[in-house]
């Protein structure tokens, strides 16, 4: 597997533009997770979904941020309008459900740069 | 909540030193612990997982142990290299029906030639 694959690498918009974010988990992986990095507050979970179903989105900062998982080997991360603190790093990440759990394995991230 | 902390923010050491690296957590009902290794500008990449039930593990020159009772972890490098430079964060997986990891802020290690 060429394990967990985030598009685009880099992106940068201007303020008040919607952006998508894309995310390709590991095949068989039932847990996604959607996270967000920045300097000032590390690494911060927005929302995750097992079996494509959301299941806590109390990390989403506004009504802006919003997240869907169509199906098993894809997710977004939308936001709309964006803004200037918007700016980090956002990762996404899958894990597959076991007694005990699993390893979590992260995307290389999408760099957004909001202008 | 769960809250995991991280100690030291930064380390420095000069190459071919052993070292630990410190991780606590306030919720000990986890069902694993997981290190991660962060260069600058890239994703995350894991090193060692722990099982709830495990004490420790290791992958060649690291070491992870865990005492789930008193909620810590640490990271035990041995013979440095400045290879190993890098940020390194732990996480835990909080038991219950949720799954999500928790991370702490890091530790910023450099390892001077």
């Known amino acids: 597997d060429a394990g967990v694959i985030q598009s685009p690498r880099h992106e940068v918009t201007e303020m008040g533009q919607e952006v998508t974010l894309r995310c390709k988990p590991i095949s068989g992986h039932d847990y996604l997770f959607w996270y967000r990095q920045t300097m000032m507050r590390g690494l911060e979970l927005l929302i995750y979904?097992?079996?494509?179903?959301?299941?806590?989105d109390s990390g989403m900062p506004e009504d802006r941020f919003s997240a869907k998982m169509p199906n098993a080997s894809f997710s977004t991360l939308k936001i709309q309008p964006s803004e200037p603190r918007d700016s980090a790093v956002y990762f996404c990440?899958?894990?597959?459900?076991?007694?005990?759990?699993?390893?979590?394995?992260f995307g290389q991230g999408t760099r957004l740069t909001v202008v | 909540k769960q809250e995991v902390t991280q100690i030291p923010a930064a380390l420095s050491v000069p190459e071919g030193e052993n070292l630990v690296l410190n991780c606590s957590f306030t919720?000990?009902?986890?069902?694993?612990l997981q290190w991660f290794r962060q260069d600058p500008g890239k994703g995350l990449t894991s090193l060692l997982l722990i099982q709830s039930s495990q004490r420790e593990q290791t992958s060649g020159r690291l070491n992870a142990s865990l005492d789930k009772s008193s909620g810590r972890s640490t990271l035990y490098i041995a013979a440095s290299q400045p290879g190993d430079s890098a940020t390194y964060l732990c996480a835990v997986t909080s038991s219950g029906s949720a799954r999500q990891l928790t991370f702490g802020s890091g530790t910023q290690l450099t390892v001077l030639p």
């Open positions: 919720d000990s009902a986890i069902y694993n």
């Open positions: 979904f097992n079996n494509n179903v959301p299941i806590d």
């Open positions: 990440a899958s894990t597959q459900h076991r007694v005990g759990g699993t390893e979590a394995f």
